[in-house]
C-alpha cells in the first residue's frame, strides 16, 4: 500500500516514469518510452539494449522505486550517524530522533494541529484573496492586446518587489490581524500568479482559436467557449505551483505579530536556540505543502479525465 | 452555375519596406456553388495565405473577395475551415466537438423541438458519413490522426457552410490514411455538394481530389495556370497509375518546378555530382 502511494506520488513528478506504470498505456508510440519489451536474441543475450548510464537509459520498475527509496533513506540514515556520531554540536544538527520526538511532543502539549490549521488558513486565504482577482485579471491580460500592453509591464515589475520589505507598511495599512498576514501572502503569490495565468490563456493553439472563429464565433464566445476550457489545466498547474510558493512565505507572513501557526513556532524557537524545533517545524511546513500539491495534482486527474498525465 | 466566391485583383504584402514579400500578387479566381478545387505549389507561394484570406484570417488591402455576393471581412461560419493539426477541442468528446458550432448563438436558431431533433439527426449523420460511430465517445487524444482529421471535417460541416476550405488537412498523416481520406472527402463532397477549396502541395492529391486544380507560383506569390481536371466524377484509386493522370502530374510538376526555382536546383546538383564522377 505505501509503495503504491509512494510510486503515485513519485510519477507525479516525473513525467519519464508514467510508462513504467502498470496502469498507464504507452499509446503514444514515443520512443524510448516503454522499457516493458526487451528484445532477447536466441543466446538469451539482448542486443543495442540501453545501458541505465546511456544518454536517456532505461530502468526496470523495481530499480526506479529502489533507487528512490534509496535517495530518501540514505541522507535520512547519514543525518541520523551524523547528529549522533557528536562530531557536530546538536544544536546546530538535531537528530532525526530528536525532531521526531519533538513533533510528538508539539502534537501532545502543544497544540499541533492548531499551528498546522492556523498556517493552513492563512495559506490558502492569500491564496484564494490572490486567485480569485488574478484569475479575471489575466483573463484580461491574456486575450486583450491593449490590456496587455498597459498592465503586463507593471505587474512584470512588480514581481521583484520583495514581499519581506512590505511588512512594516502592511503593519501600518492593513493592522496585525490575520488580514495582515493573509496580505503578506497575497503579495507574495499575486503578481506571478496573474502573469502565469495571463500565458497559459495566451498559449492556447491557435487553430482552436482560428477554428471557432470559422464557425462564427464571437469574441466573448471564444473565450467562454474556448480559451478557458483550453487553457484550464494549464490554469490548474500554475494554481498548484503558486501554491507551493505561497506556502514559502508562511514565515514571513507570521513575523507580523503572530502568536501561533507552524511559521510563528520556528520564530519563537529561533529565539530560544531550539533547532529540533526549528528543523520539525521546516519540515512540518514541507510536508503539509506536499500534500496540498498531491491535492492539486488528484483534483487535476479528476477534473480532466481526457489529459494524459 | 452561380459562382460562390469571387476573387478580383487580390494582393497582399506582408510586411513592410525592406522585409515585405509579395505573398499574393493580383489573384483572380471564381470559384463556382458546389465545386471542389485545390490550389497546390511549392512553398511560399501563397495557397495557404489565399486560402486563410478567403477564410476570413488574414487581413487584405487590395482587391475584393466575396462569398455569395457578399464582401469577406473576418472569418464567418459561412466559410468553415478544417486546419492541418491540434484544432480539436481535447477537452471534449468527439461527438461534442462535432456538436461545437450548436454552442454559439449564431446557430442556435431553433424555434421548435424538431429543429433540435434535426440538428442531432445531422451530428449522427455526420459521425455514419465519417465512420465515427465507434469513438463518438472518445476524447481527441485517444484517436489517430487521421480520425482526428474526420473528427474536425465533421465539425466544420455540422453548420452546413456555404464552402469549406480545408488546409492541407492530410499532410501530417500517412499514405495510406491519406488514401482512404480521399475517397472519404470525395465522397463527402457528393452527398453535401459543399463547395470545397483544398490546399495541398502533393500534386497527385490535387488532381485525384480536383475538378480544377490552381497551380500557383512564389515569389511573388501568385496564379500560374488553372487547369481542369477531366476524369469525371467517379474516381478510384486505381485513377492514379492511369497515364493520362500521369500526364496531367507531369504538366502540373513541370509547371510547379519551372516556377520555384527547383528546376536550377536539379540543374545545380546534376552538375556537381557529374563533376564528382569525373
Known sequence: MLTHVFQRVLRSYSPNYSSLAPDSPSASGEAGASSSKVAVSMSGLSRNRRSPWAVRGELSRRTVLTLALIGFVVPLIAWNFLALSGWVDPVFLPSPLDVLRRCCDWFLDEDLLGDIGISTMRVFGGFVASAVLALPIAVLIGNYAPIRALLEPLTDFSRYLPAVAFIPLIMLWVGIDEDAKISVIFLGTFFQMVLMLAEDIARVPHAQIEAAQTMGATGEELIKHVLLPAARPAMLDTLRITMGWAWTYLVVAELVAANSGLGFAILKAQRFLQTDKIFTGILLIGLVGLLTDQGFRWLSRLCFPWKKF | ?278
Not at chain 2, 452561380?2 to 505573398?23: E, M, P, Q, V, Y
Not at chain 2, 488574414?58 to 475551415?81: F, K, L, Q, S
Not at chain 2, 485517444?142 to 466544420?156: F, N
Open chain 2, 1 to 278: 452555375m452561380t459562382i460562390k466566391i469571387n476573387i478580383c485583383n487580390l494582393d497582399k504584402h506582408f510586411g513592410s519596406g525592406l522585409r515585405a514579400t509579395h505573398a499574393l500578387q493580383d489573384v483572380n479566381l471564381a470559384i463556382e456553388s458546389g465545386e471542389f478545387v485545390t490550389l497546390v505549389g511549392a512553398s511560399g507561394c501563397g495557397k495557404s495565405t489565399l486560402l486563410r484570406t478567403i477564410g476570413g484570417l488574414e487581413e487584405y488591402a487590395t482587391g475584393d473577395i466575396y462569398c455569395n455576393g457578399e464582401m469577406v471581412d473576418g472569418p464567418g461560419p459561412d466559410r468553415a475551415m478544417v486546419f492541418q493539426s491540434y484544432s480539436l477541442y481535447p477537452w471534449l468528446t468527439v461527438i461534442d466537438n462535432i456538436k461545437f458550432c450548436r454552442r454559439l448563438n449564431h446557430h442556435r436558431n431553433d424555434t421548435t423541438s424538431h429543429d433540435v431533433e434535426v440538428a442531432m439527426g445531422r451530428a449522427e449523420a455526420l459521425i455514419a458519413l465519417m465512420g465515427l460511430g465507434h469513438v463518438a465517445h472518445a476524447y481527441p487524444s485517444e484517436l489517430s490522426g487521421g480520425m482526428q482529421q474526420r473528427v474536425a471535417i465533421a465539425r466544420a460541416l455540422m453548420a452546413k457552410p456555404d464552402v469549406l476550405l480545408m488546409d492541407e488537412p492530410f499532410g501530417a498523416l500517412d499514405a495510406q490514411t491519406r488514401e482512404v481520406m480521399h475517397d472519404l472527402i470525395r465522397h463527402v463532397h457528393r452527398l453535401e455538394k459543399t463547395t470545397i477549396v483544398f490546399v495541398t502541395h502533393d500534386v497527385e492529391e490535387a488532381i485525384y481530389l480536383g475538378q480544377r486544380v490552381v497551380v500557383m507560383a512564389p515569389r511573388p506569390g501568385r496564379i500560374d495556370s488553372i487547369i481542369d481536371i477531366p476524369f469525371g466524377q467517379e474516381r478510384e484509386q486505381e485513377l492514379k497509375l492511369d497515364p493520362a493522370f500521369t500526364a496531367v502530374k507531369r504538366q502540373i510538376l513541370n509547371r510547379i518546378r519551372e516556377t520555384s526555382g527547383i528546376k536550377t536546383d536539379l540543374e545545380q546538383l546534376k552538375k556537381l555530382t557529374a563533376i564528382n564522377q569525373m
